[in-house]
């Protein structure tokens, strides 16, 4: 399990690295209650990436596009039960990767062809705020989280991990 973490680890790292960003896609922000009265807020987009990149190894070795497309989608509901007492229930997708590099055969990359990342989420994020006044108020809540991800590790550029691959 250790060397699972650890390659996993290191190829979602990277990937990150790849695409210029983190796994972090919606920011988990709770500004909906601070909204004023009931509210309802819906989000949907589709993300197309095209990444790619070179590898060391000389002119000419790309690493092909790497970026997978991909939905993301939220959904938050605030009421307001008095003028001090809010609640608030927000459902999103907080964390992702779809990287795929393309096989060295299928012109990919030599190093990282053939590697596979992908992390799916879901968050379940429930909210109470006290207002005191126009200035001071409290809020309090919890937060519920899935992770499922899956990495494959080819290419030469994983030495002994070539190969490896594993579900969480």
Do not use: C
């Amino acid at each position: 399990m250790k060397s699972f973490t650890m390659a996993a680890i290191a190829t979602i790292a990277g990937t990150a690295t790849a695409t210029a960003g983190a796994l972090d896609r919606s920011s988990q922000d709770i500004d909906i209650i601070f909204e004023e009265g009931n509210y309802l807020e819906l989000n949907a987009g589709y993300v197309a990436p095209f990444i790619s990149g070179s590898d060391f190894l000389g002119p000419g070795a790309t690493s092909g596009d790497v970026g997978d497309n991909y939905f993301q989608g939220s959904i938050g509901y605030k009421h307001q039960v008095t003028d001090q007492l809010s609640l608030a229930l927000i459902i999103d997708q907080p964390y992702g990767a779809d990287i795929e590099y393309p096989t060295f055969a299928d012109g990919g990359s030599f190093l990282l062809g053939g590697t596979q990342a992908f992390l799916d989420s879901i968050s379940y994020t429930a909210l109470a705020r006290w207002k005191f006044n126009d200035r001071v108020s409290a809020h309090a809540g919890f937060r519920i989280q899935q992770l499922n991800a899956a990495v494959s590790l080819s290419g030469t550029g994983y030495g002994a991990l070539n190969g490896y691959s594993g579900v969480y």
